[in-house]
């Protein structure tokens, strides 16, 4: 995987920000600014720029890395009711183009969550998204309860890819109608915004996109990683200690936005994409494609600063076209298609 770059302006123009350097004169008025905010479910993002779940710790690791307050949002490793260790290592593999991750939702809980990590999350710009996650409908809103109580939380993710072992091992995200339950029980008692990461594995996405989208999803985030291994072959030994583990980064980009796009035909609510995006072209693509705004995962791990990076391109890109951010979501051109509106919001 290849890292960007190390020229890096780590300043980023505010939304509608019209400032320049002194003695521009008349190249003040000429010049386009372009608007590239952005709101999901009432959730208004300087930007659409946020680092997904799981590759950015709880944000305050990066804070000595890259300027925070310059991005969109940060969605929080996935948060459980209880504290959890997580799997045992080894638990990553760099693979061609990707990784293979099979951490095991390691968290400390949603009680020590607001206690130790909310505070410092208050302070900043970008927005605070807490990814949930839990191993029964029971699980999940436990953990809501408790989170609800924490001021500074701007809208939940629900992450429905993990074992039911109620239902005997059944995945939440591969059943039309776990996904309705499950949403529709956090809904109910959510205090914030609920955005529902779709898992990847499934047959078709547009099923359970609207599945979610009926029981009261505010928004989607898709897609969560796919299901992958690797084996030692000296040793004939798996090199994930969970056997299967899952993969993301550049490789999985293309299914992704294809599972983006199909999501956005078919629900009218919000739709976050996310998978493989290193750079501004790939959230472009993204964004193009129908999602009102983009997660940067992988890319974090080697290139913190590519979500900075990506923000300054969509802004340089919006700049070049004279477009507004708003003017470009859900604007693919098919030829011999009826022309889709720019997404309003």
Same mark, same amino acid.
């Given at each position: 995987?290849?890292? @960007?770059?190390?020229?890096?302006? $780590?300043?980023?123009?505010?939304?509608?920000?019209?400032?320049?350097?002194?003695?521009?004169?008349?190249?003040?008025?000429?010049?386009?600014?372009?608007?590239?905010?952005?709101?999901?479910?009432?959730?208004?993002?300087?930007?659409?720029?946020?680092?997904?779940? =799981?590759?950015?710790?709880?944000?305050?690791?990066?804070?000595?890395?890259?300027?925070?307050?310059?991005?969109?949002?940060?969605?929080?490793?996935?948060?459980?009711?209880?504290?959890?260790?997580?799997?045992?290592?080894?638990?990553?593999?760099?693979?061609?183009?990707?990784?293979?991750?099979?951490?095991?939702?390691?968290?400390?809980?949603?009680?020590?969550?607001?206690?130790?990590? &909310? @505070?410092?999350?208050?302070?900043?710009?970008?927005?605070?998204?807490?990814?949930?996650? =839990?191993?029964?409908?029971?699980?999940?809103?436990?953990?809501?309860?408790?989170?609800?109580?924490?001021?500074?939380?701007?809208?939940?993710?629900?992450?429905?890819?993990?074992?039911?072992?109620?239902?005997?091992?059944?995945?939440?995200?591969? %059943?039309?109608?776990?996904?309705?339950?499950?949403?529709?029980?956090?809904?109910?008692?959510?205090?914030?915004?609920?955005?529902?990461?779709?898992?990847?594995?499934?047959?078709?996405?547009? +099923?359970?996109?609207?599945?979610?989208?009926?029981?009261?999803?505010?928004? &989607?985030?898709?897609?969560?990683?796919? +299901?992958?291994?690797?084996? %030692?072959?000296?040793? $004939?030994? @798996?090199?994930?200690?969970? +056997?299967?583990?899952?993969?993301?980064?550049?490789?999985?980009?293309?299914?992704?936005?294809?599972?983006? *796009?199909?999501?956005?035909?078919?629900?009218?609510?919000?739709?976050? =994409?996310?998978?493989?995006?290193?750079?501004?072209? %790939?959230?472009?693509?993204?964004?193009?494609?129908?999602?009102?705004?983009?997660?940067?995962?992988?890319?974090?791990? *080697?290139?913190?600063?590519?979500? &900075?990076?990506?923000?300054?391109?969509?802004?340089?890109?919006?700049?070049?076209?004279? &477009?507004?951010?708003?003017?470009?979501?859900?604007?693919?051109?098919?030829?011999?298609?009826?022309?889709?509106?720019?997404?309003?919001?």
């Amino acid at each position: 995987m290849k890292s @960007p770059s190390p020229n890096l302006k $780590r300043n980023p123009k505010e939304p509608g920000d019209t400032e320049h350097s002194a003695g521009t004169g008349s190249r003040q008025s000429a010049e386009f600014v372009p608007r590239i905010h952005t709101e999901i479910a009432g959730v208004h993002f300087q930007n659409p720029v946020l680092t997904a779940s =799981g590759t950015f710790g709880y944000g305050q690791e990066f804070a000595q890395l890259i300027d925070l307050n310059c991005l969109g949002g940060i969605v929080v490793k996935g948060i459980s009711a209880e504290p959890m260790p997580g799997n045992p290592p080894p638990r990553i593999y760099e693979t061609e183009s990707g990784m293979l991750n099979a951490i095991g939702l390691q968290n400390v809980g949603a009680h020590e969550f607001l206690k130790q990590k &909310l @505070p410092f999350l208050r302070t900043l710009k970008a927005r605070c998204i807490v990814n949930v996650f =839990g191993y029964s409908t029971a699980d999940y809103i436990r953990c809501l309860d408790i989170l609800n109580a924490g001021d500074g939380i701007d809208a939940y993710e629900l992450n429905i890819s993990c074992p039911n072992t109620r239902c005997g091992g059944m995945i939440y995200g591969s %059943d039309p109608k776990l996904t309705e339950e499950v949403v529709a029980a956090s809904k109910h008692t959510a205090r914030f915004p609920l955005y529902v990461k779709l898992s990847p594995n499934v047959t078709d996405i547009a +099923v359970f996109a609207r599945a979610a989208e009926s029981a009261g999803a505010d928004a &989607l985030s898709l897609v969560n990683t796919f +299901v992958g291994m690797a084996i %030692d072959v000296e040793n $004939r030994t @798996p090199r994930i200690s969970n +056997v299967t583990a899952g993969l993301s980064g550049p490789a999985i980009k293309p299914v992704a936005l294809r599972m983006v *796009y199909q999501a956005a035909q078919a629900v009218k609510i919000p739709i976050i =994409g996310l998978g493989g995006i290193a750079t501004a072209e %790939d959230a472009l693509e993204y964004l193009i494609a129908g999602a009102r705004a983009i997660q940067v995962g992988t890319a974090n791990f *080697y290139a913190p600063e590519t979500a &900075l990076r990506v923000v300054e391109g969509i802004q340089d890109y919006c700049a070049r076209k004279r &477009l507004h951010l708003a003017d470009l979501i859900g604007t693919l051109r098919i030829p011999g298609a009826e022309p889709r509106k720019p997404t309003e919001y």
